[in-house]
């Protein structure tokens, strides 16, 4: 695997996951970034703007197994993961045998997730994070590549559990859905109601998956362009000197340092994405809201006056300065 | 893996190299004329600043050559700069990235070559796309190194600033000394117009030519420093250029009377009195010849003869105080001889010779005088100028302490300011002025009297300056008869205005009322 081939299958799988969903560029080209940078991502959204057909053309491109899950308030981790069942062979002998869940795939879609009890959520903290799964029998190993792709609704508040902070960290981006345009709105009229639907065709495997995140992670970055990302990430925590000055006034809790390798790892994707072999600035500042926002937890002014954490993030990024250079005089 | 990147990309990392290596050196250059830019433009802007200010305070500014100092301090300063001054190449390769929109290619490269961070499968990927796009899009050449916009403002500044000092020259702000110096050249213009005048139709009485010379120029240098913003810088080495002409025209004449045989028995230069007093003398002498020749022609008794050989016999000893001069005497003597060998002819044509003579000498003394005083009249005049708007009068001219207390000036003085003249400056408010007749002014009332501090007042008059001394007196010698008295007619105006700054020079006159003086003897010189 090159850069020129990854290049190529990157735009490859955006041109398929384009013919069926429509608009949403930015959204698909950041999914795709986490993904080659084997991370996953939370979907908030309205509902009805594609959400779950965004991830099921995915998994349709990829030629990856791919389950869904719709969480409900009623859900047992068991559900997630799989349960021992009593099995009996053919001598009549009766045994435990584990049955896994939906979990074993390649890509879940864990759709509105925040439905589920937090006992519930939690059965995907270790499937994120360590790619296995703890369950009578030993540890099992989720095959490569994993990612899992959550939705989220806004605006129902009844009946739902926000997710834990643990939790959320653990999605390298929470992206934005936004409502498509008028005209955008025509193309999906009629794409979506024609006789012919469109059907997405495989265009990579599993394992050129697997390449391509491996290739990501060569990304070289300039000392200023990983300067950044960790000043960025610093500049999110309100005791920090360093901080913004919407971060002090309305954060109460700043960026992990899982942050700040979701900035790196992203911002080498997208590099290759866009035909460069070295990650930018502007790399890590395209992928920073995306990368940031979920991650913010604001405080109780922050709270009380509404305050959009990509508000936050954007003053971070006026005031972070991107590189010496731009400061040298002349 | 390194290997690889230094066998493979020798060319790719030479390219990358280069243009970095040429961005150094340019942004050092751009660097330094930028700073060098910013120190001339300073200093021509406080040199602007100057040349504004002297619209206010009126001093001498050299703002073409500081123009150009603050141009040669720009350059000086970028010549040093940039051989102080070194960008490292990975800042140089930044800022390449940042301006020529580089998304870090070039930083990255250097960093990769210069084996910041380990190498990886894309290391010499890295290096090879930088040369590529330093091969498109040439960054390094499009950095201008020549000199920027802050030295370029400064050279345009510089033309600003010589073209406001031009403009500017002469021009000052109502009630600032700059304009007390501007009205006190005007004023000085005007003194020296007037006293062009008086000495060109002096001259003409006394058929001074060099003198009559010299009065029009100063007259056309009078008009001058009436018409053209001078500033005081410019007034002056215009008083001094002419006072070097005078200079120069009064050696000559005064030449020339070393020449004729008169040699000068004063030391040189005369004072215009001085001169005053040998003309004087030669007028009595050129008098007495032409008397005892008209006597000689009028066959006078023999008493009357006797009485002017012994005339002719003083005339030719030098006269009571020895004031005839050589010539004179010498023709006096032959007149004499001429007379006693009763060759009365010879005697008149000797004396009508010897009062030629004097006439020639005495034209030479009234040039002499004309250009001494008109040196005087510039000097003062320069001097006027060269502490005009400083608030300080002339020492020469300060006036005594007790003029400038209320009641020590003379009544008569509205009267007199309003007459056209260069007295601006108010002589101090006489005894009887005031709101209240003969009272003065009520502010001015006399309260408790000041305690006075111990000691002792020292004495300022100088003893022996007047009416003092050696007095000389000599006898006008004339016809003797009833309606025969004689003169040559002319004005007497120079001599008397002459006179007049005679005395006022000698006596402790107060400078606010010497012009009023002077234009008082003027006036009454004028219907005559």
Redesign the interface.
Known sequence: M??ATFRTTFAAIRREIQRVIVGHETLVEHVLYAMFANGHVLLEGVPGLGKTLLVKTLAQCLDLRYSRIQFTPDMMPADIIGTNVVVQDADGRRYFQFQRGPIFSQIVLADEINRATPKTQSALLEAMQERSVTAPGGPYALEEPFLVLATQNPIEMEGTYPLPEAQIDRFMFKLKVESPTLRELLEIMDRTTSSVPPVPSVVATGSEIKAMQA?AR????????RLLAARLVRATHAGDEAAGSLARRFVRYGSSPRGAQALLLTARVR?LA?G????????IQAVAPGALRHRLILNFEGEAEGVDPDEVIRSILAEVPP????S??? | MAASIENRGGMERNEVLDTVAGACWR?AA??AW?WSGRASLSWILAVLALVLARTVIPFTLPYNLLCGLGLAVGVFTFLLLFAAWRVPPL?AA??L???FEG???M???V??LAG??PP????S??VA?AARWAAVRSPARSIGWLP?RPMLAAVGLAAVTVAAGGLLTGVSVPGTPARQVAQTIRQEGRRIERTADAMGSQARLDRARASRRMAGSLRRLGEDLQRERLDRFGALSRIESLGREIEAARRQVRARREQSGERPATPDPLLPQQLFRQRAALDRTIRQFQEIAERLAQNPSPDERRSLMRQLEALSEGGSEGEVPTRGREQAAAARRQAAAGNTAGARQALRQGAMDLEDLRAMLADEEGLTQAQRDLRRSADRIARGGSGAPPQSEAPPQAALQPGGAAPGRRQLQQGEGPAEQEPPPGPNQGTTAGQGAAQDRLGERTPRLEGERPQTRIRGMQGEGRAATSDMLGPGRQGQVRAVPGRSGGAVRTEADRYMSRMRIPPEYREIVRRYFEALAGPR
Do not use: C, K, Y
């Not at chain 1, 460069?276 to 790399?283: K, L, P």
């Not at chain 2, 990886?120 to 290391?123: E, G, I, Q, V």
């Open positions: 090159d850069a290739l060569e990304v070289p970055a300039a000392d200023h362009v590099a866009e460069r072999v070295n990650a930018s600035t502007e790399d590189t010496p250079a731009a040298w005089s002349p | 942004l751009r660097r930028l800042i930044q800022i990235d940042h301006r998304a870090d290619r930083a990255t490269a960093e990769v910041t961070h990886t499968a894309l290391s990927a890295v796309d920027g």
